[in-house]
């Protein structure tokens, strides 16, 4: 049945020719996911004050060092009265101790220290766990095998074993950061080992292999995108972590020598001051709570704005 074009008003209506390739337009926007992490990220005010916070410490931390020149033997200062015990002030922004040596050097440089040790034992654990932990979800020969070891490891106090393993191998940095993360990536590992099992038997995974797929392509392209916020949980939870077992560790004197400066060593060392001098023991508590909880509250953030689901 034709329909006559002049018996409808032009007014209300008007016909338009067909155009097949305008039924091929997709109207959604492009998705971009690392755009859609960053927006989900900046849209919380906590997370930009955290994520300044610990941009601030970081770069305190690493670049002033280089211009003060401090050292932590260096008693040159304690014959001087005038330069001991002044509270903080225009001169002294934190004060000085009863060497006369700035407490503003001495937080910064001890502040890189923890740093260091937090990022590289993070870094180690991370890289670690997940190349192991992909292998070891994949293989059940493997699975076998790292689970009787897993199962030895996790039963004995990570402290413990970092104490134990400072003790044999001496004092230094590198002996440190060894012994806190000879046992920590285990942790890592076997978290992707239990995701990368959920996922590799989904059935776009089966279909995939079956197709003849391999195995470490079936991992990097379908696996390890969804593991990318769980990933970002598991540093933000380790780096806070690796400063705090590093400070706890200084603070009692084990792990690093005796001219390397530390946020540990140093509050240890003005605990005694905290009744005649508190500015001395305070001071870098709170700058140790300013890292670690700046890092976890960016690595937190991050880690739930890298969640493809909130992006919704």
């Known amino acids: 049945m034709s329909i006559d074009k002049t018996e409808i008003p032009i007014e209300k209506f008007q016909f338009i020719d067909n155009n097949y390739l305008a039924s091929e337009h997709i109207d959604a926007p492009l998705y971009s996911y690392w755009k859609s992490v960053f927006r989900k990220f900046f849209s919380s005010k906590l997370a930009i004050?955290?994520?300044?916070?610990?941009?601030?410490?970081?770069?305190?931390?690493?670049?002033?060092?280089?211009?003060?020149?401090?050292?932590?033997?260096?008693v040159s200062g304690i014959d001087d009265f005038?330069?001991?015990?002044?509270?903080?002030?225009?001169?002294f922004w934190f004060g000085t101790d009863g060497d006369g040596k700035s407490l503003f050097d001495a937080v910064w440089a001890g502040a890189r220290t923890s740093i260091s040790i937090g990022i590289l034992g993070t870094l180690i654990c991370e890289v670690l766990?997940?190349?192991?932990?992909a292998i070891w979800g994949n293989s059940k020969r493997v699975d076998r095998l790292m689970l009787e070891i897993?199962?030895?490891?996790?039963?004995?106090?990570?402290?413990?074993?970092?104490?134990?393993?400072?003790?044999?191998?001496?004092?230094?940095?590198?002996n440190l950061l060894f012994a806190m993360t000879c046992t920590s990536w285990f942790k890592t590992a076997y978290l992707i080992r239990v995701q990368v099992m959920i996922?590799?038997?989904?059935?776009?995974?089966?279909?995939?292999?079956?197709?003849?797929?391999?195995?470490?392509?079936?991992?990097?392209?379908?696996?390890?995108?969804?593991?990318?916020s769980i990933i970002m949980t598991n540093i933000a939870i380790q780096l806070p972590e690796f400063i705090s077992y590093e400070v706890f560790l200084s603070f009692l004197g084990v792990g690093l020598s005796a001219d390397t400066p530390s946020l540990g060593?140093?509050?240890?060392?003005y605990s005694l001051n905290m009744t005649n001098y508190p500015y001395l023991f305070w001071i870098p508590v709170i700058v140790l709570a300013l890292v670690t909880v700046s890092l976890y509250l960016v690595g937190?953030?991050?880690?739930?704005?890298?969640?493809p689901r909130a992006h919704m």
């Open 129 to 133: 766990g997940v190349i192991i932990g």
């Open 199 to 228: 996922m590799r038997d989904r059935e776009y995974n089966l279909a995939s292999h079956t197709l003849g797929t391999k195995t470490w392509r079936l991992i990097v392209k379908n696996i390890f995108p969804y593991l990318v």
């Open 300 to 307: 937190q953030r991050l880690a739930d704005a890298s969640d």
């Open 82 to 91: 005038d330069a001991r015990y002044n509270p903080p002030s225009a001169k």
């Open 49 to 74: 004050v955290a994520l300044i916070i610990m941009i601030f410490v970081v770069l305190m931390s690493f670049f002033q060092p280089m211009f003060s020149g401090y050292d932590l033997t260096d």
């Open 265 to 269: 060593r140093i509050i240890n060392q």
């Open 150 to 174: 897993y199962n030895i490891i996790s039963n004995v106090p990570q402290l413990l074993v970092v104490i134990v393993l400072s003790y044999v191998f001496g004092a230094g940095f590198w």
